[in-house]
């Protein structure tokens, strides 16, 4: 069985940064795909960040510049550094893992940009 636990997120003022990191854990014998999803009130899930196996970090162009997508396959965690964060950036963060055994999600964390 797999899990999946987030952390990080919260309220931050415009302009500030906030760190989210998350960890699989249990039977994955190999991470192909580390990602970041966010949704915000009343639009569709979309893709922040993702990183391949070993690879390169690629970012949605809202973010580009400003989020830092990293990832650590031999021990199955990814991080999201976020900076100049300003207020369309506010919504549910969401880390995805493609593995071997199929697609895990996390929990959800919310992030709150307001002055």
């Known amino acids: 069985q797999v899990q999946v636990v987030e952390s990080g997120g919260g309220l931050v003022q415009p302009g500030g940064s906030l760190r989210l990191s998350c960890s699989a854990s249990?039977?994955?014998?190999?991470?192909?795909?580390m990602a970041w999803y966010r949704q915000a009130p009343g639009k569709q899930r979309e893709l922040v960040a993702n990183?391949?196996?070993?690879?390169?970090?690629k970012y949605g162009d809202s973010v580009k510049g400003r989020f830092t997508i990293s990832g650590d396959n031999d021990n199955n965690t990814v991080t999201l550094q976020m900076n100049s964060l300003n207020v369309e950036d506010t919504a549910v963060y969401y880390c995805?893992?493609?593995?071997?055994?199929?697609?895990?999600w996390g929990q959800g964390t919310q992030v709150t940009v307001s002055s």
């Open positions: 249990g039977s994955i014998f190999a991470t192909f795909e």
């Open positions: 995805n893992f493609v593995t071997s055994r199929g697609d895990f």
């Open positions: 990183i391949l196996s070993y690879g390169r970090g």
